[in-house]
T-cell receptor, first 114, second 117 residues
Framework: GAGVSQSPRYKVAKRGQDVALRCDPI?????LFWYQQALGQGPEFLTY????????KSGLPSDRFFAERPEGSVSTLKIQRTQQEDSAVYLC????????????FGSGTRLTVV | DQQVKQNSPSLSVQEGRISILNCDYT??????FLWYKKYPAEGPTFLIS?????DKNEDGRFTVFLNKSAKHLSLHIVPSQPGDSAVYFC????????????????FGKGTHLIIQP
């Protein structure tokens, strides 16, 4: 597609429920990033993929967070046993290669944990 | 501890005048800086970037200035237009000698720019 596509746009989860957030990057983009943006804050880095390899997961806040990109294109961010503090907008970004210019962000998934 | 700081949560500027958005950073390893613009319910959109080997980069109405000694950068928008009303994020990364994850960006909290007619 023309841009980075994320689904669902909105997700309401009950505390303790598992959720899966999907990101379709721009075709051919090697690098893929996940960011978490809490209300009133800037995006915070979660994890980075180069093709299918997860090269950095230092930003994942706990072991309840897991990301994968098995075929080097679509990526899924999974959050197990969601907590209220997980409520945020989850942004995916992709770029053609490492650090080349600015990344293209998707519109994000707004997760609300109740 | 915030490594990228945007100390003005909001800024109001009259249409046609210059908008100046400021950003300070603390990590001396940062060597690449970007500005993003964000409308409500959309993802951030890349505006302009600057490498630490430069002190100025210009693209149309947008100019970014970098003062490495002061660890300060600014975004100038001239002339300001109503469509410029948005939240502007400053972001930084440490790319030189980077390992796999160093291309992740560190963002400030953003400045909400309001262009008044």
């Amino acid at each position: 597609g023309a841009g980075v596509s994320q689904s669902p746009r909105y997700k309401v989860a009950k505390r303790g429920q598992d959720v899966a957030l999907r990101c379709d990057p721009i075709s051919g983009h090697v690098s893929l990033f996940w960011y978490q943006q809490a209300l009133g804050q800037g995006p915070e880095f979660l994890t980075y993929f180069q093709n299918e390899a997860q090269l950095d997961k230092s930003g994942l806040p706990s072991d309840r967070f897991f990301a994968e990109r098995p075929e080097g294109s679509v990526s899924t961010l999974k959050i197990q046993r969601t907590q209220q503090e997980d409520s945020a907008v989850y942004l995916c970004a992709s770029s053609l290669d490492r650090g080349a210019g600015g990344y293209t962000f998707g519109s994000g998934t707004r997760l609300t944990v109740v | 501890d915030q490594q990228v700081k945007q100390n003005s949560p909001s800024l109001s500027v009259q249409e046609g005048r210059i908008s100046i958005l400021n950003c300070d950073y603390t990590n001396s390893m940062f060597d690449y800086f970007l500005w993003y613009k964000k409308y409500p319910a959309e993802g951030p959109t890349f505006l302009i970037s600057i490498s630490s080997i430069k002190d100025k980069n210009e693209d149309g109405r947008f100019t970014v200035f970098l003062n490495k000694s002061a660890k300060h950068l600014s975004l100038h928008i001239v002339p300001s237009q109503p469509g410029d009303s948005a939240v502007y994020f400053c972001a930084a990364s440490a790319r030189v000698g980077s390992g796999g994850g160093a291309d992740g960006l560190t963002f400030g909290k953003g400045t909400h720019l309001i262009i008044q007619p």
